[in-house]
């Protein structure tokens, strides 16, 4: 009888070694497939966390002129007002809710003396107070982090 045939111990040892590095290589690649699934996923989600840049536009309120309270004699202030905001609905519920708008700036500066008002920092002051009663008058805390800033257009106390 023959003996089957065996194979050479250098064939056995090359067989496991080969299925070894087939492993370690869908391995390896498995790994880098993952990391970089990971990373386009990160990058997708920081570029989604960046707020997109809202353009600016300028709303243009009528001029106001009011009696200011009396110091030594009776003044008056006369002011134009535009309210910068972002392009948003915010524009649409400003033109809506402008009555209300008006009414509080009236009210807001006919409160003021002219030495409130006089200084650049009472101007300041004051701008920051209209810009509150703008988003006031707008009511929704979304909107209101749209009405950025309000600009004096004109300035006249007489």
Known sequence: MSKPAETPPEAEGKKPKKKLLIIILIAIIAVGAGAGGTWYAMKMLDEDAQPKEIPTKFVDLDIFTVNLQP?????????????????????????????????????????????????????????????????????????????????????VIQ
Request: no cysteine; net charge negative.
């Open 71 to 155: 110091e030594e004699n009776n003044q008056y202030l006369q002011v134009g007002l535009t309210v910068k905001v972002r392009e948003t609905p915010v524009m649409a519920e400003i033109s809506k809710q402008m009555p209300d708008i008006r009414n509080r700036i009236l009210m807001l500066l006919s409160s003021k003396t002219a030495a409130d008002i006089a200084s650049i920092a009472g101007k300041q002051l004051l701008s920051q107070q209209i810009a509150d009663e703008i988003k006031q008058s707008v009511g929704l805390e979304k909107l209101q982090e749209d009405v950025l800033e309000v600009l004096f257009t004109s300035f």
